[in-house]
């Protein structure tokens, strides 16, 4: 069983910067890689970002590339996700996901 544990959300304005954190612990010895999804009212859960666990390679989501940075803390078991010039239509519940298992989610709410 794996656990995730999702903080860092809040209200901030356009333009501002958030970092959210994503803490897993359980059976995470498989783990290959983590990532972000998020889910807007209304709107189907879609990727964000991904970060493998061995390489750091990371991808990401065209509409988040150069605001968005994933990154990892392996002693930690702890992935993040720094997110600067926030846009209103990032405004989501964002997701962790890892091995076929989702965290709670933390809101994201940018005013405009």
């Known amino acids: 069983q794996v656990q995730l544990v999702e903080s860092g959300g809040g209200l901030v304005q356009a333009g501002g910067s958030l970092r959210l954190s994503c803490a897993a612990s359980g059976h995470t010895e498989s783990n290959t890689a983590m990532a972000w999804f998020r889910q807007a009212p209304a709107k189907e859960r879609e990727f964000v970002a991904r970060?493998?666990?061995?390489?750091?390679?990371?991808v990401y989501a065209d509409s988040v590339k150069g605001r968005f940075t994933i990154s990892k803390d392996n002693a930690k078991n702890t992935v993040y996700l720094q997110m600067n010039s926030l846009k209103p239509e990032d405004t989501a519940v964002y997701y962790c996901?890892?091995?076929?298992?989702w965290g709670q989610g933390t809101q994201v709410t940018v005013s405009s």
């Open positions: 996901f890892l091995s076929g298992h």
């Open positions: 970060i493998r666990w061995i390489s750091g390679s990371t």
